[in-house]
């Protein structure tokens, strides 16, 4: 399989990248995300053959078709170690939440950080650490590695960093705003000790953070001298990673409802709480592969330039604001413009057929390129641009949205507490409330996409709000964390917490502290590289 960029306009010759290139570069140097030159055929009988596959057989069944350029034995060694680091056996177990809705939780969260990222992060730090040793088995002049450098508001640092500890030839800088992540984000991430694992506590806001990372990507001299790489959430790898749990977890409740998919069709619909589009772009793929999906329902927070999006078909920015749900707040949703692209090259394709036959997909792709150029130009001049509506129309056969406000979320968490038994994160309550407000005649599975022991301070106030209350801003609260904690290590916990958490304020950490000038930080970054 062969990718191409979003943005690559050229009809005849359209640069094509192998997997290896797509994804050591992330973003294509004219700006567009890679997307695979076409979608691979499932073998026929794929409902009946891998319905009883585990987690990482199916891995071997999917990848392979996305990656011809890594031997199929390597590629079980990635799998198999990637996957090893998850707590459960079914890596990503689906559980029903409400009978009586046919709702179920698919829960992505028993990897390392807690958080549905490791799926995809587990599986990338294996590759790049792989494709590294790869071609320095094959040059003895120069030693390839590579500086991965990214900013969090908190919860997407830890994902990386375990992902990337102790991984030959990578180091990884982390930034952070010093004293704005909650606690136990950043023991999270400060009690990684290994030694190619570096955070930065930076004297400053989020924004400060990302602001230098992208000032020091722009550093053309500085990029090339420490080969700066990055692992965001465009990187294709991480989209792939992500087809596999949507097959998993079909099959899982074809079990659960004692169906067999290839004889009786089972439709499912998804609901997935949604920032940068990169887990329910995963959900597109594996519909368009073929597995029986119904609607993916976009679950958005009150940064919700999505649901305005399928509300009007107008694509515009506006501020972030901060929730409940720090994952999700995003201005814009990165990924989507994968999605953009497939929305153009069908309706392009379906209303160029039939006048030529050859080259037809071509010239809808390049359509389909030329369109995303000219959106992406007005999103950055003009702050949006909007879709016609027999567009908006073909995205809406796939797609649903629904805003959760923040008192949305608590009350969400507060309800399935008391009448399920069920502690859900505040992202996870934000694709149950969807799910809840759209109904459904298929089963939903809603991803649940972190423990609600990474949220300590949301959960409990959600759990001891009275009524009346509604959410502000309530989660970094250090002295709640402290004390939930604390009942935790006493053996009463207020709700499930991880046991891994337990104790963690106390270990051992190391974080570099600096001002938000993007010159300080390179100067640390080159100090502590130089010192090693
Ligand atoms: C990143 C994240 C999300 C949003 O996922 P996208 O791929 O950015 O849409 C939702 N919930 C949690 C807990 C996350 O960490």
């Not at 071997?60 to 680091?85: G, N």
């Amino acid at each position: 399989m062969l990718y191409r960029s979003t943005r690559d306009t050229s009809s005849l010759t359209p640069s094509l990248l192998s997997f290896e290139e797509a994804v050591l570069a992330g973003l294509a140097p004219d700006g567009g995300l890679y997307i695979p030159q076409s979608i691979p055929k499932l073998p026929e009988t794929f409902l009946k053959d891998w319905q009883s596959l585990k987690f990482g057989d199916l891995c071997m069944r999917l990848f392979p078709l996305f990656i011809d350029d890594i031997p199929l034995a390597d590629l079980q060694l990635l799998i198999d170690k990637s996957y090893s680091t998850f707590e459960h056996a079914d890596v990503t177990p689906v559980i029903p939440l409400d009978l009586d809705k046919r709702l179920y939780l698919l829960e992505l969260f028993h990897g390392p950080t807690f958080a549905f990222k490791d799926v995809a992060l587990q599986f990338l730090g294996n590759l790049f650490e792989y494709f590294l040793e790869k071609k320095n088995s094959v040059s003895q002049d120069q030693q390839h590695r590579i500086t991965v450098i990214g900013a969090t508001s908190g919860d997407t640092g830890g994902a990386a960093i375990y992902g990337l500890r102790n991984k030959r030839n990578i180091n990884v800088f982390i930034l952070h705003p010093q004293g704005r992540v909650s606690l136990i984000q950043e023991a999270q991430m400060t009690t990684v000790v290994d030694e190619n694992v570096h955070n930065i506590a930076v004297r400053g806001t989020f924004d400060d953070c990302q602001d230098s990372v992208k000032a020091l990507f722009r550093d053309e001299p500085f990029r090339q001298a420490y080969q700066l790489g990055a692992i965001n959430s465009i990187n294709w790898a991480r989209i792939l990673a992500q087809i596999t749990y949507y097959f998993h977890s079909y099959f899982s409740l074809c079990r659960q409802h004692q169906v067999d998919p290839s004889l009786t069709r089972l439709v499912v619909d998804y609901a997935v709480p949604t920032g940068n589009f990169g887990d329910i772009l995963a959900g597109f793929y594996a519909k368009r592969l073929g597995l029986p999906i119904g609607r993916l329902i976009i679950a958005t927070n009150e940064n919700d330039i999505l649901h305005r999006f399928f509300e009007t078909g107008h694509y515009e920015r506006q501020g972030v604001k901060m929730t409940l749900s720090p994952a999700m707040d995003i201005q814009v949703s990165s990924n989507f413009e994968r999605f953009l692209w497939y929305l153009v090259f069908d309706h392009s394709s379906s209303s160029v057929m039939g006048k030529e036959l050859s080259g037809n997909s071509e010239k809808a792709a390049q359509a389909a390129s030329e369109q995303i150029v000219s959106w992406m130009h007005d999103l950055s001049s003009q702050g949006g641009f909007k879709v016609d509506s027999h567009l908006l129309k073909q995205a809406k056969d796939t797609f649903r949205s629904v805003r959760v406000s923040n008192s949305q979320i608590l009350e969400t968490i507060r309800k399935f507490h008391i009448e399920r038994k069920e502690t859900l994160d505040p992202h996870t309550a934000i694709g149950v409330k969807a799910a809840e407000t759209l109904a459904s005649s298929n089963p939903v599975v809603c991803l649940a996409t972190a423990h609600p022991g990474k949220f300590l301070a949301a959960v409990y106030h959600a759990l001891n709000m009275s009524q009346d209350e509604s959410g502000e801003r309530v989660e970094l609260n250090p002295a709640l964390e402290r004390s939930i904690l604390q009942e935790a290590a006493e053996g009463r916990p207020p709700f499930p917490i991880p046991k891994p958490f337990i104790g963690i304020l106390d270990r051992e950490r190391r974080c570099l502290t600096c001002g938000p000038d993007p010159a300080d930080i390179k100067q640390l970054i080159m100090e502590t590289l130089n010192k090693k």
